[in-house]
């Protein structure tokens, strides 16, 4: 039910065909494996630090060049296009009905090469400006990252994805050039296209009018942190406490294995099915926005249950308790199953649209595993795999992170 | 869409399509927003999902979804002066029928034993608005700029009103008195889909067509609003009467208009507040068809409001017929785009049927390829209020 033809091409591109058929749209997305989390790298035996928010800042800077603006060259061929950065990833797409050939041809260029000028660096710091004060006004943004910041001491991913204003006035232009000379290679980077396509034409171009740099960075890995996490806790105007509980993953077995396993328990702990869940919202301790989000990198890895209210504490209890008893009664395989198969039909449902599609194939290729993998990882799953990730939501692997309202 | 009347007020619309891998489905109760019923109709929407006489709690609801592939949610829409519930579903192909069962038991058996837990789930949302500042900045520039009109209605309801309402008299008035469209998208057939209606949806014949929106408005004087809230940047949120009538030609003049203006990433405004002059990180219009409103935000320094201001007010006049073959395009493919989602098809045709307007989407298209001039479209927007969130 999920189809997708891959390709890894001579310029070191990894090229993803997802057929559509019968689809309007097409979407390409091209991606490469660099994202805010890697400001830290070597190069040429070099050691190079960089400020916070570099990835973004490039990704800005992308759709710029000495003659024509990016966006407008896209609109005027009927076509949508914009970017995205998160830890792992920078992905730049377009999407349209009309003259997908001549996108493509387009976004290859543009990530082709970098023009950059002190002007129009110092024009782009304002608006990053705008848009991190746009993030600091939302308090699940800030939440967040408060919950990474809680449960890592070193890892990158405890920044946020934009940096900050201080950080993001530090970047120049030489910083800018040599994280796209780093990063933007063949090997770093995945083209995925989808629609209704033909995938032999796509790896055709692509391989022929695709040029990226070569050689790169080597990035910086980081080791599982042990220590208690701490509690952050910060005020904004909301309504209502707004809370995060978050466990550490550890990162020794599989990305598919931490994105099923994960995503299963989370559901046996939060989803509307949850006997858990029921008694919290009995009790009045949860309500509606009670839920999960599972952040998972290649070194590192969060489960997040989350919700608004000012029963946090009880909640973390209940959460740590019911985990507990999990691991001393354990839990049916019969429900185990039924969930895993829900988490496929999700996946099924999800890939009906060509955005989520590529954008989760991109993030797969980033953190160095396959969609599919993922999906097949569902049938492989049993009471043991829950069991040993059940192990990791104990008291001392946890944080609880809050954004309550002034004054209160 | 195909559409088959089944009873006086309860239609049916079937996609019939080999695209999708999943069936869509989606059930709507039609009616008439105002202030008097807004809450208690919202509540109807928090007590389905609770329990029904098969699946008494919600947590036996869901594993019963997860049981038949299912996901399914029941929320409320405000579409110009209609408040809807909406009963919405995907499924694998092969649990359609149990899925439109289960749609039957929730809707027809509801057996309300959890009120005080759906009261809560409605007060967290209308409470949780001002948690999402840029949403809240436009609801309240609407809610002021509407306070004479049916629109100016919170589609959530309001919190001071839970506490009175009779919720089976709630569930009761929604039944009896909503105008009823049934939608499937995906292979389901329409003679399938009809047989699903008449097996697990036993609606009785009404009579109730819902009112045409009002559009024509003339403010005399701008509604300056200010309201004061720890933000690190003001939200700024413009509402404008375009007094073009939706269901004429004219509309889709404006809706290419809207594009050059600030409906896009090459659009005016976002080209001279953004790009020239890092005013800000967003700025957009949008159209607010059933009633003809222009909706202008913007997240901005409180400082830098009247320069915004400025440049809203010049963009009405540097937008020309240079650019619009782009912005048709633009348009023209969204509306082909909007084919390959589910969701965007029902919504397209739900926006038709409200306005008893027959397009579909490829006459849609057609109307905006035929645009030739934007020319004087905008000669009768008048601003109507100023909303700012500022610190």
Known sequence: MINIISKKLENGVTCYVLPKKGYNEKLAMLAFNYGSRDVSFSKDGRDITQPWGIAHFLEHKMFEDEKINFFDSFTKLGIDSNAYTNFTTTAYYFRGCENFDRGLSLLFKMVGSLYLTDENIKKEKGIIEQEIKMYEDDPYWEIYFNTLKGLYRNNPCRESVAGSVESVEEITKDMLEESYKSFYTGENCTLIVAGDVESKAVFEKTEKELKLNSGGAKKVFYEDEEGTPENITAEKSVDKPIYNIGFRQNTDRSVAERICAGNVIMNILTAKSSRLREELVKKQLADTTFGFENVIGNDFGASVIKGEGKDYMKIADSITDQAENYMTYGVSSEYVRRLADMEKTKMIFDAQDIYSFASTVADCFCKNTEILDIYNYYDKIDVDTILRHMAELVKDNMTISVVCGKGA | ?391
């Open chain 2, 1 to 391: 869409m195909k559409k088959t009347d089944l009873k006086e007020g309860i239609s049916i619309y079937t996609e019939e399509t080999d695209k999708f891998d999943i069936e869509t489905f989606c059930i709507l109760l039609r009616l008439p927003l105002t202030r008097e019923t807004a809450t208690s109709n919202a509540l109807v929407s928090k007590i389905l999902l609770k329990g029904c006489n098969k699946y008494i709690t919600e947590r036996e609801i869901a594993v019963r979804l997860e049981e038949i592939h299912t996901v399914m949610d029941c929320s409320i829409m405000k579409k110009g002066e209609e408040q809807i519930i909406q009963l919405y579903f995907r499924t694998e192909k092969e649990f359609s029928e149990e899925a439109f069962e289960l749609a039957g038991n929730i809707l027809f058996e509801p057996i309300f034993n959890n009120i005080e837990e759906a009261k809560r789930d409605l007060l967290s949302d209308i409470e949780g608005l001002v948690n999402n500042k840029r949403r809240y900045a436009v609801e309240r520039c609407i809610e002021n700029m509407c306070s004479n009109e049916d629109f100016g209605v919170s589609g959530d309801g309001y919190a001071e009103d839970i506490d009175s309402v009779d919720i089976k008299e709630a569930y009761e008035y929604v039944m009896d008195n909503s105008n009823v469209a049934v939608m499937s998208v995906g292979s389901t057939k329409s003679h399938d889909l009809e047989e699903y209606v008449r097996r697990y949806l036993p609606f009785a014949e009404r009579d109730n067509r819902p009112a045409d929106n009002s559009y024509l408005s003339s403010p005399v004087k701008v509604k300056e609003i200010e309201e004061k809230m720890d933000v690190s940047q003001g939200k700024l949120a413009m509402g404008l009467r375009l007094n073009i009538d939706p269901k004429s030609s004219e509309w889709y003049r404006a809706m290419v208009a809207n594009e050059l203006f600030g409906g896009s990433a090459n659009s005016e405004l976002f080209m001279e507040a953004r790009e020239k002059e890092s005013l800000c990180y967003y700025i957009s219009s949008k159209l607010l068809r059933f009633k003809s409103i222009m909706i202008i935000e913007a997240g901005i320094e409180g400082k830098n409001k009247e320069k915004v201001e400025e440049i809203v007010e010049n963009a009405f006049d540097n937008i020309s017929d240079e650019d619009i073959e782009t912005a048709k395009t633009s348009i023209v493919n969204s509306f082909n785009a909007a084919g390959d989602k589910a969701e965007r098809i029902m919504d397209y045709n739900l926006g038709q049927i409200i306005l008893d307007i027959p397009y579909d989407m490829a006459e849609g298209a057609e109307e905006i390829k035929k645009v030739r001039s934007i020319e004087g479209v905008f000669n009768s927007c008048v601003l109507d209020t100023v909303y700012m969130l500022r610190s």
